[in-house]
């Protein structure tokens, strides 16, 4: 996209909301708007993802997702589990005397105008942005927020960093890196096997495997029955839609630890933590931070054509090459 055509796109985003401030280079740009509440990542003139927090949802989540050809890859709120929010990072918790709090199960965590009864009482709270910014022809975001129980308290410190690589031909990588600290108490993590993963994924019903979706391992594995709580380095989700076929890789970054997998047909995936803080409780201490670090790849064509484990390789290369 050239500078003149990046120009118009920021006069007409500028027209739709008084609120909204863009950053915009030749091929890259960043969207926020304030009174909306999201910001959205813009590759060669078209949106690629958007990250919302919004009061009307109690778990602030990346949604749309956008496939190279422009497709919703994932969905935001859907049946029979209302409670998925696209790409999202919840857990069960709980905090000293406080109520254990399972921020996955929150179904009643959208607020509906209108209906008083709706809502939720505990919810993710944005707290502000730490970056938005074009760097190194990459986009960056960063984010602090708050795990809030009981409306008033707080319980975990959340911050999450978000940078954006633009491949060419719409496609993108998205490398999220997270962290959880323990800044008010000792927090009890009480995820069990079936109900996280760290981050989730709902693949939008076009893409997911009840449609003809493939869901494929680093090892070759596919489908639910041979990839659930097995695993695996990175997991693929690609399908044909309307004749054009496309999907989304998840990376885990090494850590030295193997991870296992929740994978369903329906559309929801996503990687667990390392055995010894996974299906089983755990003490996050006071003053103590968990982390995690995962890259989503946004790719054309299958897991072949797509070229992933090339791609699994390049993202584990640089990323140990950017921490030397």
């Known amino acids: 996209m050239s500078a003149i055509v990046s120009m118009?796109?920021?006069s007409l985003l500028l027209s739709s909301t008084a609120t909204a401030q863009e950053t915009v280079s030749p091929s890259l740009g960043i969207v926020s708007d304030e009174q909306k509440q999201f910001v959205s990542a813009?590759?060669?003139g078209e949106e690629a993802f958007s990250y919302q927090y919004g009061d009307?949802?109690?778990?602030?989540?990346?949604?749309p997702l956008r496939s190279p050809s422009g497709k919703l890859l994932t969905v935001q709120q859907t049946e029979p589990y209302p409670h998925h929010r696209s790409l999202w990072i919840v857990d069960r918790v709980q905090m000293g005397d406080l109520p254990e709090v399972d921020f996955y199960h929150c179904w009643k965590n959208y607020k509906e105008d209108g209906k008083p009864?709706?809502?939720?009482?505990?919810?993710?709270e944005h707290v502000g942005f730490t970056k938005r910014s074009i760097e190194d022809d990459r986009i960056k975001i960063g984010v602090d927020a708050r795990w809030i129980v009981n409306e008033t308290e707080p319980i975990l410190d959340d911050h999450r960093d978000i940078e954006v690589q633009r491949l060419g031909s719409g496609e993108y990588l998205i490398d999220l890196s997270f962290s959880l600290t323990a800044s008010y108490g000792d927090v009890t993590f009480r995820s069990d096997w079936v109900h996280y993963a760290w981050p989730y994924l709902r693949m939008h019903p076009q893409f997911n495997g009840e449609a003809g979706g493939v869901i494929t391992d680093d090892q070759g594995h596919t489908g639910q029955a041979e990839t659930n709580e097995k695993y695996a380095k990175w997991i693929d989700y690609s399908n044909t839609v309307d004749g054009v076929t496309e999907g989304l890789a998840v990376f885990i970054y090494p850590d030295g630890e193997k991870h296992k997998w929740l994978t369903r047909e329906y559309g929801t995936f996503g990687p667990r933590r390392p055995d010894e803080y996974s299906g089983s409780g755990f003490v996050l201490k006071q003053g103590v931070t968990l982390?995690?670090?995962?890259?989503?790849?946004?790719?054309?064509?299958?897991?072949e054509t797509g070229r992933v484990a090339e791609r699994y390789e390049a993202y584990i290369k640089e990323s140990a090459g950017a921490e030397d």
Do not use: K, Q
């Not at 009864?117 to 505990?122: D, F, K, L």
């Not at 982390?291 to 897991?303: A, E, P, Y």
């Open 8 to 10: 118009v796109l920021c």
């Open 42 to 44: 813009h590759i060669d």
């Open 56 to 63: 009307e949802w109690a778990i602030p989540h990346i949604h």
């Open 117 to 124: 009864e709706s809502g939720y009482r505990h919810f993710i």
């Open 291 to 303: 982390t995690g670090r995962v890259g989503v790849l946004v790719h054309r064509g299958d897991v």
